[in-house]
């Protein structure tokens, strides 16, 4: 893939930079419809009214609008690149032994078809069961070495040493994840875990609690974007087959069991998570973060996906 944009790129650019700060504003009247999540307590106090989004090309260019500055969790976000870093770690058999690859139609943290539907095998990486097991199978001796390799991987990606944790989020998800821990144990007792459930746990929650902007999702978006090497720097960070691999999984789970009207509306590879984040790409073309802690009852930012409807629609960005 050039690095270079090719002039229609460039004036698209220039097209959003002129008309998304009015679609920022419409989407905006959204939120109030919406609630900011609050069963990891922590994250209720997220601003309920905030939108931010920035779109980077292969160049670097970018256009921001809205409440780009704000500091959020990447929450489920983190799993695709989890699961990215497992299947660099283990390769796609080992990976596919403990989750499979099918959407469930139901909530990112229901148990149901756990025990339903044989092997007990979570059914995809992006909901709770599986990115718990994706934890267990990230490289490293314990949960200290796994999430250090986690945060310098996702660092690398973004281009941001400074990545960092937010301890708040971390300890509130930690104190309140009864039901995570419940599958966790489930999971152990299958055998799909293996070693401590509270090990496995701490990396997932570590990983859930890496706090972004809306700029370092756009990058980490722009390297899925081109297949796995970052545009701006030719460094090849990912294998292809992986990328293809989690942008596949995107479309399909990437926004919970929202995922099809997503595909219909939108039409791009994304992954939300309940901070309100949503990271999308158009292959081959940009990297896209989005920030907007108000969710609709699905748990997807309810002012970020009428936003991604209005860019895509008015683009022509869907892949379909
Ligand atoms: N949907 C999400 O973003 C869920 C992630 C959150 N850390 C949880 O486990 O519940």
């Known amino acids: 893939m050039s690095s270079t944009n090719l002039p229609h790129q460039s004036e698209e650019l220039e097209r959003l930079r002129a008309l998304l700060p009015g679609w920022v504003k419409t989407s905006k009247t959204m939120c109030q419809a919406g609630k900011v999540a609050s069963y990891i307590p922590e994250l209720s ?16 260019n970018s256009v921001t609008a809205g409440d780009c500055g704000l500091s959020f969790t990447m929450q489920s976000i983190s799993k695709v690149f989890t699961l990215l870093l497992a299947l660099i770690d283990r390769g796609p058999e080992i990976v596919f032994d403990k989750v499979g690859m099918e959407p469930t139609g139901d909530n990112f943290n229901s148990m149901l078809k756990l025990e339903l539907v044989q092997p007990s095998i979570p059914f995809n990486p ?32 973004a281009g941001n040493p400074e990545l960092a944790y937010d ?25 799909v875990l293996k070693g401590k459930v509270d090990d496995v746990l701490d990396v997932y929650f570590r990983h859930c609690s890496i706090a972004v902007t809306c700029s370092d999702l756009s990058r980490m978006a722009l390297v899925l974007a081109n297949d796995g090497t970052d545009p701006l720097s030719g460094e090849v ?19 919970y069991n929202a995922s099809g ?52 629609q008015s683009l022509d960005w869907s892949l379909f």
């Open 167 to 191: 301890l708040d989020v971390y300890r509130s998800e930690a104190l309140s994840a009864d039901l995570n821990r419940s599958m966790a144990y489930f999971l152990k007792d299958k055998g």
């Open 126 to 157: 992006l909901i709770n069961a599986g990115a718990i097991a994706i934890s267990s199978l990230i490289g490293g001796d314990g949960p200290e070495e796994k999430s250090e390799r986690v945060l310098r991987f996702f660092r690398r990606l």
């Open 237 to 255: 960070l990912i294998p292809r087959r992986y990328v293809q691999i989690a942008k596949t999984f995107m479309v399909t789970c990437g926004m």
């Open 261 to 312: 009207q997503f595909a219909i509306e939108v039409g791009l590879p994304a992954k939300s998570g309940v901070a309100g984040g949503i990271l999308t790409l158009v292959p081959g073309r940009y990297g896209i973060g989005i920030v907007g802690p108000s969710l609709n009852p699905k748990g997807n930012s309810i002012a970020g996906v009428h936003l991604l409807e209005t860019l895509s």
């Open 45 to 60: 106090k997220a601003p309920a009214d905030a939108l931010g989004i920035h779109v980077i090309d292969f160049s670097g």
